[in-house]
């Protein structure tokens, strides 16, 4: 008799938690999709006015979170950053300078990194104005990963035609997933409503 009942009992409380998780997914999504350093990604965003989910999907995607990654390449911290992009959105931005030692500090990869965004967002306006909200942060994904001048190029010789649903134009593998992996990551940060946006 005992033991029907504490397998009745597993199975209610079985029930009831699947219930819980069911309709509060914020839940599951928040531990699934946890966004770091929120206090940076959301000043930084406001201040270089770049929408702070694409900054924490981009984040999610160079380094997990990581900020002492280094890639082979030498991209450095949060961002994975290479030094001379750094070095040039420092001086393009008029920025407070940064060393590269400092790059692995989370508010400083923040920092020149989400400049770097609105840098791109600068050089891409025209073409960001006549995009949805879903292929803008495609664009700006793509520039971010495989350089301004590609995307430009691609775009120039219509490779790719700047939207989401196009990716498949892009002749580069890695920028193609990496863009579809900022775009999956940005979309569930989204839905999960975590951070503020001003």
Do not use: C
């Not at 380094?63 to 001379?84: E, F, H, T």
């Amino acid at each position: 008799m005992n033991f029907r009942r504490v397998h009745l009992m597993f199975a209610i409380l079985l029930t009831f938690t699947l219930v819980v998780l069911y309709t509060q997914t914020n839940i599951i999504g928040t531990w699934m999709y946890p966004i770091k350093y929120k206090s940076a990604i959301e000043a930084n965003a406001e201040t270089f006015q770049i929408d702070p989910y694409l900054v924490a999907a981009i984040i999610r995607v160079e380094s997990n979170y990581d900020p002492n990654k280094v890639s082979s390449r030498d991209a450095i911290g949060l961002m994975q950053l290479m030094p001379s992009t750094a070095a040039y959105t420092i001086e393009r931005m008029a920025l407070n300078a940064v060393k590269r030692s400092e790059l692995t500090t989370p508010s400083n990869n923040i920092y020149v990194g989400t400049a770097y965004l609105n840098v791109l967002k600068q050089t891409f306006i025209h073409q960001l104005q006549k995009l949805d909200g879903k292929s803008q942060i495609t664009l700006l994904a793509v520039a971010y990963n495989a350089g301004p001048g590609k995307a430009a190029q691609w775009l120039s010789d219509e490779t790719w035609n700047g939207t989401a649903d196009s990716l498949a134009g892009i002749p580069y593998g890695e920028t193609r997933h990496y863009a579809q992996r900022v775009l999956y990551f940005y979309e569930k940060y989204k839905g999960l409503n975590g951070l503020s946006v001003k």
